[in-house]
């Protein structure tokens, strides 16, 4: 992360603050209204990671080795597979190197391809489905995916809930975590605009709020969009293959299956 716009918990707080009222506003970390913001912050956050499927939070996951016969892996829970542009399962060898591909379908298409030579692959769930049994030569391999990670919270301790005790002091390394994006104040105005929602006094503020996040996250994408690469994308193609001299029910037809071979 660019460390000139890094923003601590403590940081992100106080830019809350500001948007909202305009004023240099400083809230103890034991209090009520500080957890308030926090937890605006977190939702925000998770709400940013589902935004076009942010790269930030994405990285490359082993979820399991393939073994003769089988046709399904089973994903943890703290990976979620990215399915956009040409992702795809990767089945890599000891020396790290591909294989063969799974290019993901729909579910409900993955049955289709069940006598097809190919692999193709459907996420069901947390289960990683292949449109056939792994074969002989691909038993043994590691299973890669392009896995999208949930965003880092921030955990403030628990307070007492008997006034009589003292309040539990927030440490220092907590205030210090960093907002897990990597331009946080999209974070920061979204948290405004969630905080503005439920107060009845900043309520007048909220279409406000909400038009200046959007500019900001658009100007985000365009950014991404603008200085990424598109990915590869595949020809388009019927899926099926064959030869003029294809033997089956379509005989010489260039839709004829593989399968007849």
Known sequence: M???IVMTLEDAVGEVLGQLTGTELTYRPELERFRAVTRALNKATRLNALEKEWSFYTGDHIVGTTSCGDRMLHLTA????????????????CDDRTVAWAYYLPRDALAKYE?????????VRNQLHFSRP????????DVHINGMREPVMIRLPEQPTDPGQPLVEVPQEILDQEIDFAYPDVITMRAAFLLAQSDPVLQPRVMTLEAQY???????????????DSPYL???????????????????????????F
């Open 2 to 4: 660019n460390p000139e």
């Open 115 to 123: 006598w097809r030579a190919g692999l193709w692959c459907s996420v």
């Open 234 to 260: 595949n020809e388009f193609m019927v899926p099926v293959q064959g030869t003029l001299v294809a033997r089956g029910p379509h005989g010489g037809h260039p839709h004829a299956d593989e399968r007849w």
């Open 134 to 141: 792994i074969s002989g030569a691909e038993d043994g391999l």
């Open 78 to 93: 703290l990976v979620r597979p990215r399915q956009i542009g040409d992702d795809a399962a990767r089945l890599v060898n």
């Open 214 to 228: 959007k500019d900001l996250m658009y100007q985000c994408i365009e950014r991404d969009d603008r200085n990424t």
